[in-house]
């Protein structure tokens, strides 16, 4: 039973993470219309960004604002550079060119760090109750988690900027003539996206002090925008959820050992289930053709 | 006999140069580079790189018919590849002691047949959920297929596992790259003769527009799976090609990073075109080959930089709308067919027809809008009826015309 519980809690974290990251994949495409693959490289970004601030200075409140800091400027200048001139292009256009921003910032990693995974421990301690031990990092993960959703929901139906983010969601020309500046809420969309994956790389880096490399951001990519596509992808509240319930199979997969080599691909298989029954997924709204 | 002869002066008739030209380009490179391999005055490095530029000509054209034509995003293609390749593998190991003394590359052949229909099984199974799945939903299922099948064949003892199976074929290298190119001619014609039969024009009815297609009594579901299976077929048949070439093939070598290096050939080439995709799977080989050997070591990261800048660049090239005015001037299109007319002009005695659907059109000729002097000499013109101008028709009092021509 406390197994069962402390699967739980780490599978909840872990979602938390996947959602955090699934959200900046989920807000991009249903605001830009275009699969952000180089998201999941800004989570690499921000670890080395981490490392490096953390290793100078040793404050970890410090670093992670240096991190976030760091990936709002990556992913703005992403946006301004290379997906801007390509607004209005075929979608495959632009979906070619998010590779090449993925291969491009982790090249460049390599070329700075190298390769090898690089340590960088950031130490929380637990807290133990009787027999029940939980690391406190997982309880802020999933805390920190939980806050970021609830802001998120709030800033994007409450503020003046998160309604004009819905309207260029809903018809990007339309907004554009009610006065909104699409292209500046598509820079801040991809800047709240990347702040975001700042914030899931310090969680990464928290529960495995060896993940900082240049391809750190690869596998979590992925499987957030699985937990996107599973949510609905486009829905901020499927983004959460796609996100939490693959974390838990996730953790709940690997604590079996006769799953646990094939965790990835049962991941894969739910999604493909998921798909098939559901074909925009759980929350996904279903569009209507007109002929 | 007649009816032979008959036959042919039909076909000569209808032989146009222009749509056999990729053809003559592929079977001339095989003629010049056939020689060279028999005699041994290739390089080993050069072999490779002719057999790697083949295989992935290969893939490259089979994901083209789902991407360029049937119009549906698949990141999974490397899957299709990994099964074909290791289907592959386990037979040619196992068929190539009895059979390469009768005949050397008999194993191969048959390996190619039974990894491309195992492969196409499996296209078979993912053209399903094609079927309600569209656009960026179809793409991540066919993401989550390769990452599933690589996960698979990873825990398999069977296969080797994660260190992969050892290639005991070893054929002669020499020859290998002419069989692989060989086939990839055989594909190209089977892929260009179904594009251009009837599922082939369906299927790009399809893509257009599936709900106008589908009232035209197109059958969108047929259409669709058969794509899928046809398409896993070749890439099946290009994994075993690249089984083939290497010493060992093991299942981490089909990542989705692989799928997406052969979706940049598809997509550089230039969606629909599968000339478009031959070249650029030439190019990137190439391009990837010769600056794996200037960069080495620990300069490979910069390689890679290299790489993702001018995929980057050559995207915004051709698909930045701000650059549309330049690029109907300078483009890489205008070039190529400036350049292949040329060619067709060089072995046809007669001249050159431009094709009339292919003809752009003019909007404005703003050469021939009337300048301001010109406007007002129109505007002064008296527009009252001529008095001297005479009727063809005959004048209502019934003389007939011609004979009134005096009378005013």
Known sequence: ?291 | MNGFIRYFSAVKARFKLKNYLTYFIFLAFILIFAPLGLTGSLKMSTEFMLEQIGYSIVAAISLSLVVGFLGELSLGHAGFMSIGAMVGALLQNKLYPSLSASSPFLALVIAMIVGGLAAAVFGFIIGLPALRLKGDYLAIVTLAFCQIVQTIFEQLPFFGGTLGIANAARYSSHKLFIVIFVVALISLVAINNFIKSKHGRAVMAIRDNEIAARAMGVNVSFNKIFVFVFSSFIAGIAGVLMAASKNTVAANAFTYNYSIDILVMVVLGGMGNINGSIVAATLITVLNISLNNVFTGSMAAIKNIVYALVLILIVIYTNAPGLKSFREKHGFGVYWSKFTAKIVKLFSKKELKQDPAKEKEFGADWSKVPTKVEMDAILSTDLTPDKSYVSDKPAPDGKTDGSGKGDK
């Open chain 1, 1 to 291: 039973m406390l197994d069962f519980l402390t699967t739980l809690i780490n599978g909840l974290s872990l979602g938390g993470v996947y959602a955090m990251i699934a959200l900046g994949y989920t807000m991009v495409y249903g605001i830009a219309k275009m699969l952000n693959f180089a998201h999941g490289d800004i989570i690499m970004v921000g670890g080395f960004a981490l490392l490096i601030v953390c290793n100078a200075t040793g404050i970890t409140s410090v670093s992670l604002i240096v991190a976030v800091v760091v990936c709002m400027a990556v992913g703005i200048l992403t946006e301004i550079l290379a997906y801007r001139p390509l607004r209005g292009a075929s979608p495959l256009a632009v979906l070619i060119t998010a590779i090449g921003v993925s291969y491009l910032l982790r090249s460049i990693a390599q070329l700075a760090f190298g390769t090898e995974a690089k340590y960088l421990e950031i130490n929380m301690g637990t807290i133990a109750i009787g027999s029940f031990r939980l690391s406190v990092g997982t309880l802020v993960t999933l805390l920190s988690a939980s806050l970021v959703m609830v802001l998120l929901t709030l800033f994007i139906n409450k503020t003046r900027t998160g309604k004009a983010m819905l309207a260029v969601s809903e018809d990007k020309d339309a907004a554009q003539l009610m006065g909104i500046n699409s292209n500046r809420i598509i820079m801040i969309t991809f800047a709240i996206g990347s702040a975001l994956a700042a914030l899931a790389g310090f969680f990464i880096i928290l529960k495995n002090p060896f993940s900082v490399n240049n391809t750190m951001g690869a596998m979590p990519g992925i499987m957030a925008f699985t937990a996107a596509v599973i949510g609905g992808i486009g829905s901020i509240p499927g983004a959460m959820l796609g996100g939490l319930a693959l974390g838990i199979i996730e953790t709940f997969s690997n604590s079996v050992p006769a799953l646990n080599p094939y965790t990835v691909a049962i991941e894969f298989a739910l999604l493909i289930v998921i798909l098939i029954v559901k074909p925009t997924g759980l929350i996904g709204k279903k569009k209507r053709e007109k002929v």
